[in-house]
């Protein structure tokens, strides 16, 4: 019999844990281990952030799914890795901090055969001074929570405009470091249709402000769409759609700080600028979720499994086996097998 701890129940995580349970006899154990109560369907979040839906009809509570499922089901964070488990048990483990209501706070520990680490990415608003929802001035789409407040700040900006008021709205990246283009344009020309069944874009300016070099780029170097033996970048197909709908962009911009009311960045000649706004729905940089990894004896082997900016190696599936001298034993199979699903999610 084999144990699998999936870490992590978000997009990644649950989907393995029900394929794993789908896929395997019952002779198995699956366990999620998560902080969460309920499931986001993530990418929804650009609905829910323009009040299209209900942060409700985008999220389900985990646990019956679960229990119907003959899925384990653990609230909790894991904050640490044991490849190689500790001098009491060979099989690796994985440290927890409870998160239910019931447990809050309370540390554990799970043993493993097998491993998967689908923590996703850790939302870094702190990048940038000003920047997100909690302590900073601008909104995000990142969870339904957030999109839920984005939605109010959107009705106040359109309530302005119905009254007269001109405003500007900013849609885009809030670091120049961020991956998930895809998001902020997908909910820029969401804003723009909001705007319109308003009956109030005429008065707003909407921009789009992003790390890209082009329009199209979506963090992945573009892409290319083929039809009936006619090729269009999607350079073209975005840069006609802005020009059709009116929407500025901005491009190659690194946001260095965000005042109340006032986007402060600089671009890739080097030169700083500032922009004011009245709405600003800004995606944070992303990087690994904060966990820890320790060896067979507790030397902390954290920079052997994840890299700095915090995302687990996904090229390193099992830590070799050192001797006492550090160099990689060879043979014998190593630890635990470890795998990962957070090398860089992107949107
Ligand atoms: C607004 C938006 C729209 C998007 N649209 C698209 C799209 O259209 N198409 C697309 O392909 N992608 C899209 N993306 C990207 C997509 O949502 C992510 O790539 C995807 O959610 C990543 O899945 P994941 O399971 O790795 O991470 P997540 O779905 O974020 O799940 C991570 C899970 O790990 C849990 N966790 C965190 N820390 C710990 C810990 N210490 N221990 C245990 N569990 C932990 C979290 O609570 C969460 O449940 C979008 C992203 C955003 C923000």
């Known amino acids: 019999m084999a144990e699998i701890v999936v870490l992590g129940g978000g997009v990644a995580g649950h989907t393995a844990a029900l394929h794993l349970r789908r896929l395997l006899s019952k002779a198995h154990a699956v366990t999620v281990v998560t902080p969460n109560a309920d499931w986001n369907w993530i990418p929804s979040n650009i609905w829910v952030g323009v009040g299209q839906m209900d942060s409700t009809d985008v999220v389900f509570p985990l646990a019956p799914v679960y229990r119907k499922q003959g899925i384990e089901y653990v609230q909790a964070k894991g904050v640490a890795i044991r490849p190689e488990g500790d001098p009491a048990d060979g099989r690796g483990a994985v440290d927890l901090v409870h998160t239910s209501a019931a447990r809050q706070g309370e540390t554990d520990q799970i043993r493993y055969d097998y491993l998967i680490n689908a923590t996703g990415p850790q939302l870094k608003f702190a990048m940038t001074p000003g920047l997100g929802p909690d302590n900073g001035h601008t909104v995000s789409v990142c969870t339904a929570g957030h999109a839920t407040q984005a939605a109010i700040a959107l009705q106040r900006a359109i309530t302005n405009l119905k009254a007269g008021e001109p405003q500007t709205l900013v849609v885009g990246m809030g670091h120049g470091t961020c991956t998930c283009e895809g998001a902020a344009f997908e909910y820029v020309f969401n804003v723009d249709h909001q705007l319109r069944e308003a009956g109030v874009r005429d008065r ?91 060896d067979r004896a507790g030397a902390d082997i954290t920079g052997e499994l994840f890299a700095p900016n915090g995302f687990m190696r996904s090229t390193l599936t099992t830590r070799p086996r050192r001797s006492t001298t550090g160099r990689p034993l060879t043979g014998r199979a190593p630890t635990s097998p470890l795998v990962t699903t957070t090398s860089g999610p992107s949107g």
């Open 204 to 294: 707003a300016r909407l921009v789009y402000l992003t790390n890209e070099a082009s329009l199209g780029d979506f963090g992945v170097g573009g892409l290319t769409f083929e039809e009936n033996g006619f090729q269009t970048s999607s350079e073209l197909w975005t840069a006609s759609l802005f020009r059709e709908r009116g929407v500025e962009a901005i491009l190659g911009a690194h946001v260095e700080m965000v005042e109340p009311g006032m986007v402060r960045y600089e671009t890739l000649d080097g030169a700083h600028h500032e922009l004011a706004f009245d709405f600003a729905m800004l995606l944070p940089p992303f990087g690994g979720v904060p966990l820890a990894a320790y």
